[in-house]
């Protein structure tokens, strides 16, 4: 298995330029997650899902979109991008076995808003 | 969820075991102690968790206090490859898996 892929790894934006982050499980999943980490602070949820077609905010999804069309695919947009969206963004994934809730992250992209 | 105070940093000899301590006195019956670690540049890596008793795996030792208001990750042998940002967190399983992120404590380990 690859696990959770992200792509890209970096990407320089223009402020007002949108653009999508990819994420793919392919571990067959249900629930997956986009977090953002700003140098020095620990993980911010933007968004979450519990399997396709459902979505939902999290602690931080101004600015942001998301869409669950299949179980593996889970991007991020970024409509209308901004200087406080520079950050690294991380996708994971997670299953239920028993009382065990284990997250999967990805790798990470690096985005920088100019 | 309940909310958890780590120190904001340690330190640790190499070849010594690293005592990371949590606090999380509002922690309520049905809910679990999760260590997570987030090695530089890389996303965070599950580690181990507990609901009452004492948790070992091959990576960590989880020490759960009786009173479940704090609760110890022990590696035992550090080496260099274990300086991290680790996370404690506490959360219910609920249907959902949503998982909030402190800021961690940032462990170095030292030659």
């Known amino acids: 298995n690859a696990g959770v892929t992200q792509t890209p790894k970096f990407r320089i934006l223009k402020i007002g330029q949108s653009m999508t982050l990819q994420c793919t499980q392919d571990?067959?999943?249900?629930?997956m997650y986009w977090y953002r980490q700003d140098p020095g602070m620990g993980l911010k949820l933007i968004y979450y899902?519990?399997?396709?077609?459902?979505?939902d905010k999290g602690e931080v999804p101004n600015g942001y979109n998301v869409s669950r069309s299949t179980t593996e695919d889970f991007p991020l947009r970024l409509e209308l991008a901004a200087p406080s969206q520079t950050s690294v963004y991380f996708c994971?994934?997670?299953?239920?076995?028993?009382?065990?809730?284990?997250?999967?992250f990805g790798p990470g992209t690096r985005l920088t808003v100019t | 969820d309940a909310k958890t105070t780590q120190p904001t940093s340690m330190d640790c000899a190499e070849g010594r075991a690293a005592n990371l301590p949590c606090n999380h006195s509002?922690?309520?019956?049905?809910?679990?102690v999760y260590w997570y670690r987030q090695i530089h540049s890389q996303g965070p890596q599950y580690i181990i968790h507990?609901?009452?008793n004492n948790e070992t795996n091959e990576m960590a030792s989880l020490i759960i206090t009786e009173d479940r208001k704090s609760s110890t990750l022990i590696l035992p042998h550090a080496t260099l490859r274990d300086t991290a940002v680790y996370y404690c967190?506490?959360?219910?399983?609920?249907?959902?898996?949503?998982?909030?992120f402190g800021p961690g404590t940032s462990l170095s380990v030292i030659p």
């Open positions: 994971a994934s997670s299953y239920r076995t028993g009382t065990v809730y284990e997250q999967y």
């Open positions: 967190i506490v959360r219910v399983q609920t249907s959902y898996d949503k998982v909030i």
């Open positions: 571990m067959n999943h249900n629930y």
């Open positions: 509002t922690i309520s019956g049905n809910e679990y």
């Open positions: 899902s519990v399997g396709a077609g459902i979505t």
């Open positions: 507990g609901l009452k």
